[in-house]
């Protein structure tokens, strides 16, 4: 059967082309698997395949048309038009798609959901191609025209503003507080816009327009190398652009601060979910292995720490950087192929990083502006981590820290955009937006356990009386090892064993001890003993392996500083006659004779 369209893959070395009803990708490699799907009930007439997001789309004679990932499963299908389509483009980043039909053009989320319909006169569109910049479409007519479109109308929205571009050089701002409105007018087409954390990024095909919300009418103006932006991110104290040439970070005075630079940098394929940015880091996916997270100084543009990047286990998919507090607390999230969500501290100082994970399904997440609260969508609700770095002092209260709201109000799968003070905005699956209200309390208590105001965080969690709240106080209060509200916290939870813990630490005669012991609490049992050790604490470091069964250890430690060997052994020989057992351990047998 006669192929009527193919496409480059993402990386030049697959090849996706139509057979009749099929679809087919085929790798360059001569031993490599192809794959072949029946994709539409009709012939395929056309397909792409974009490089920054690895979709698919193809339109086909059942005048349908369909987004598909790299693995050949259906994300979207389109209703029956009303005949076939025969054209469709990607924009170069990935974010919205066009569809040509007879005298129909449309324009759509890469989500597949549609934005606008034109009907032109135009017969039927047979080729439509993108400008560079992804604002500008022209597309070949059946009756000898040609078609020239402009996207407007994207909306951008924070907090009491609503953004429109409602021409190509124009913006209104409203402020729905009080229904001011302001014009903003640009000299060139604008091409990229950013609203977040009071400032508004504006690039335009020559220059970047930064405005602060307080005062519409004054911009810092600053010109651009290269022309066409493809992303831009804003943390507080900055923002980043990325064009095809590379990543810069500028204050929002328009100073250049940084500008990243890695071996096999491919700046044009970069999409916000392999990119994030916060005060002091910024975390990139590495293009060449989707393991391995990049992690660079942001008001530096060095590779933190000893230059090794972050790599897991399975390819990764998203990430996100924690917002708020001090950069040696630096968390990074990330969701892997498998849709487990991670979480892990970005500096660390010489030993492997520790990746938590913290929850399964998730198909997107977000960290809120204000404090270091995640939420995401898991299955079909919509999950809110109170206090995610319970994980790392306290695992079994990571489950209490949870918020859970029942997603029988959304529709399949849908997509959060922002978790901005206590709103979290969702992008459904037919494109609606909605909205869904976090309870304001676990903010004021992160906001409390910074600064140490422990009187005042328990006074909260006594008024608002809720369960999650008070485990989010018992693992920060744990974390800042202030014992007492932690003891207070894990009574209010009936966390008995833990409690007689604390007390237990409490009662050590020296700081080390205690310290060693609050590190136990957490799990970390080799920095508890090396803790002991440096303190030469050797019989209390023997002892805490004695009570975990590490015998081996315990002995060994106890040959080690020639002490309390005969202290083991009495204590193992206990251990097995309360079994009934026989020792049958080389080396307790060979130490047991010379006691």
Known sequence: SPVYSVAWGPDSDRILYTSGRQLVIKPLQPSAKVIQWKAHDGVVLKVDWNSVNDLILSGGEDCKYKVWDSFGRLLYSSSSHDYPITSLSWTPDGEVFSVGSFNTLRLCDKTGWSYALEKPNTGSVFSLAWSADGTQLAGAGGNGHVIFAHVVEQHWEWKNFVITLTKRRTMQVRNVMNDAVDILEFRDRVIKASLAYGHLVVTTSLQCYVYNSRNWNTPLIFDLKEGTVSLILQAEKHFLLVDGAGLYTFSYEGRLISSPKFPGMRADILNAQGVSLSNDTIAIRDKSDEKVILLFDA?????????????????????????????????????????????????????????CKIGSMVHSMAWNDAA??????????????????????DKELLPKTLCIKDGSEFSRAPHILSYVGTKVTLRQGDGSLVYSSVPPYPALLHEYSTSARWEDALRLCRFAKDQSLWACLAGMAMANRELTTAEMAYAAIAELP???????????????????????FSGQVQEAEATLLQAGLIYQAI?????????????????????????????RQRFLQSFGRKETNKRFLQYAEGV
Not at 543 to 571: C, G, M, P, Q
């Open 299 to 355: 008001l530096t543009g060095k590779a933190l720490g000893d230059g090794k990047p972050l790599t897991h286990k399975l390819e990764v998919v998203e990430v996100a950087l924690d917002q708020c507090g001090p950069s040696t607390e630096r968390k990074i999230a990330l969701v892997d192929k498998n849709r487990d969500l991670y979480l892990t501290s970005v500096r660390h100082l010489g030993r492997e990083p520790k990746i």
């Open 372 to 393: 270091n609260i995640l939420c995401g969508v898991q299955d079909n609700q919509l999950t809110v981590w109170y206090y995610p770095s319970a994980v790392f002092t």
């Open 498 to 520: 833990r409690v007689q813990y604390i007390n237990f630490i409490k009662e050590q005669p020296s700081k080390e001890s205690s310290l060693a012991h609050m590190l136990m």
């Open 543 to 571: 002892r805490v392996n004695i009570d975990l069964f590490s015998w081996e250890r315990a002995l060994e430690l106890a040959v080690k500083h020639k002490t309390h060997v005969d202290t083991v052994l009495a204590y």
